[in-house]
């Protein structure tokens, strides 16, 4: 695995955007790190973008979870999107959940979806 992954990021308005994409092994979890340690500024928030993750090996994850300075990288300044956040997202981070085929204004009667970011 890890041949075929590849970031990409972006700072927008004060906040940091990150699309990682292929497969998230052990090698892939370490340049995800050091991508996030070295572009994040200590300032906004940072977007995590898993839609275009295809195999995670669960080595990967562990390991993403446990190499990330919090103290350098507050957790709780961690969005996770897509469907495979909430198995790389750390405990303290917040995963965003996906709508499916529901377009919501955040008013419907008995919907979450007006609540789109839980704490993981």
Request: proline share 3%; with cysteine; charged share 20%.
């Amino acid at each position: 695995m890890g041949n075929n992954f590849h970031v990409e990021f972006e700072k927008s308005n004060g906040d940091l955007h990150v699309r990682p994409s292929g497969d998230f092994d052990g090698s892939s979890a370490w340049e995800l790190v050091n991508l996030l340690h070295e572009q994040y500024d200590g300032q906004g928030l940072v977007y995590i973008d898993t839609g275009n993750l295809t195999a995670l090996n669960p080595f990967g994850c562990s390991t993403f979870q446990c190499r990330l300075n919090r103290k350098h990288l507050p957790f709780e300044r961690l969005h996770f999107k897509g469907e495979k956040g909430a198995e790389i997202a750390p405990k303290g981070s917040n995963v965003m959940k996906a709508t499916r085929n529901h377009r919501c204004c955040g008013n419907c009667a008995n919907c979450t979806c007006s609540r789109s970011d839980q704490k993981h």
